[in-house]
C-alpha cells in the first residue's frame, strides 16, 4: 500500500479537494473543490460588495446604512461557515493520510463515503439542521446587535436619511462617562441584580418548601393542594400581573381597602396607614418581588415534588435511626438530591428574571419617577433597553451596548454557578 504524508497532503489542501485526491479520495476531493469554486463565485459577486458595504456603511445619502449593516452581517456568517469548512479540509486532508500509513480503512468512493457517513454520523446529519437554524435565529440577531453597538444609530441619524458611522466603544464609554448615563445604569443594574436573587430566591424557597410539606404522608387532600399550588402557573401570566397591577392601588386597590384593614384587627399598627405600593419605589419594588414568587413558586413545587417522590424512603429510615432530626435529614438528603436534579433548572431562574420584562412593565411600567436617562425607579435593564428604543428620542446603539453588557453578565454569572454547582456532572450522581 502506498504511504501518504500527512504534510503533503495538508499542504495540497491548500486547494480545498486537491489533498483529497492526493489521498485517494477522488469523489471528496471534487467535492470539496466544487464548493470551493461555488463560493468564490458567490464571494466576488454578492459577499465581497456586501462586506464593503458593511464597512463603509454608505458613502451617499440615501443608502440605508441599517439594510447594509444586517445584509453584511448575513454575508459574514456565510463566510465564516466556509472559513470553518477550510479548516475542516486541512484537518480531513491531514488526518486521512495518517489513516493511509496506519492501515485504517479508507472511504475512497462516492458509495463507501456515503455508507460511513449513513453507519457512523447519522447523528450528526440530524443536528446540522438544528445548528443552522440556531445560527440564523440566536447569532446572526446577536451579530447585528453587537455592530449595531459599535455604530451612533441612535433619533439623530435614522436611516436613510442620515448615514450610520462606527463609533468604536463610544457607546460604551458613554455609559460611563456621561453622568446621566452612569447614573442611570448604576442604579438599573443595582436593582435588577437585588431583583433577580430577591424574586428568584423567593419562588425556589417557596415552591421547595411547599412541595416538602404537600410530600408529608399525614398529608391529606394531597390532589386539592395541588391543584391550588398549580393556579397561579394555570392562569396566564399578564391576566395575574394586570390584576395584581389593579389590587395594589394605592386609593382603590383591593389591598389597601380590604386586606390592610382585615390585618390591622391583628396587626394594630396598620390601622389607618395606606400603604403606596405604585407610588413610592420601594414599595413598588417590594410587591414586584411577592409578585413574582407568587407566580413562579407553582413550577418550582411541582418540579421538587417529583425529585422528592423519587428519593429512596430507606435514606430516611437510615437517618431516623442515626438519630438525624428534621433539618438535618433536610441538609443532608433532601437539598443536596433537589441540587443534582435541578440545579440548571433552578439557575435559569435567576437568569430568567434578570430579563424578565412583562412583569417590570406590566404592574407599573418601570414606574414610579425616573433615575435619568430614560429610566424609571423600578426599571430592570431589560426594560430600560425597551424604553430606549421606544421613546421620543430614541438611542438605538447605547440599547445595543447596554443589551451586550446584560448578555455578558448573565453568561458569566451562569457558567460560574453551572461549574460550582457541577450542574451537568449528572454521571455522578
Known sequence: MTKKDPKQAMLRSLIPGLGQIYNDQKAKGYIFLGVTIAFLAYFVAIALPEIENLITLGEVRGDNSLFMLIRGAFHLILVIFFLIFYGFNLKDARTVARQWNNDYPVHTTLKE???????????????????????FAIIFPVLVTLLIAFTNYDFKHLPPN????????????????????????????????????????????????????????????????????????????????????????????????????????????????????????????????????????????????????????????????????????????????????????LISQYTFNFNNFSIIYLFNAGGPGSVGGGAGSTDILISWIYRLTTGTAPQYSMAAAVTLIISIIVISISMIAFKKLHAFDMEDV
Do not use: C
Open 162 to 345: 442620515k448615514l450610520l458611522d462606527w463609533v468604536g466603544f463610544t457607546n460604551f464609554a458613554n455609559i460611563w462617562q456621561l453622568s446621566t448615563f452612569r447614573a442611570a445604569f448604576g442604579s438599573v443594574l443595582t436593582w435588577t441584580i437585588i431583583w433577580a436573587l430577591a424574586a428568584s430566591t423567593l419562588q425556589i424557597v417557596v415552591g421547595i418548601f411547599t412541595a416538602i410539606i404537600a410530600n408529608q404522608p399525614f398529608i391529606k387532600g394531597k390532589r386539592i393542594f395541588g391543584v391550588i399550588f398549580l393556579l397561579p402557573w394555570a392562569v396566564p401570566a399578564f391576566i395575574t400581573i394586570l390584576t395584581f397591577s389593579n389590587m395594589f392601588n394605592d386609593s382603590i386597590g383591593a389591598i389597601n381597602t380590604q386586606v390592610i384593614p382585615l390585618l390591622s384587627k391583628v396587626l394594630p399598627f396598620l390601622d389607618g396607614h395606606l400603604i403606596p405600593w405604585k407610588t413610592d419605589p420601594t414599595w413598588t419594588k417590594i410587591a414586584l418581588i411577592m409578585m413574582q414568587g407568587w407566580l413562579g413558586f407553582p413550577y418550582i413545587y411541582v418540579l421538587t415534588l417529583g425529585i422528592l417522590q423519587s428519593i429512596p424512603n430507606d435514606l430516611y429510615e437510615a437517618a431516623y435511626i442515626d438519630g438525624a432530626n428534621a433539618w438535618q435529614k433536610f441538609r443532608s438528603i433532601t437539598f443536596p438530591m433537589i441540587l443534582a436534579v435541578a440545579a440548571p433548572t
Open 113 to 135: 463515503m456515503t455508507n460511513g457517513i449513513y453507519e457512523n454520523g447519522f447523528p450528526y446529519l440530524l443536528i446540522i439542521p438544528s445548528y443552522l437554524a440556531m445560527t
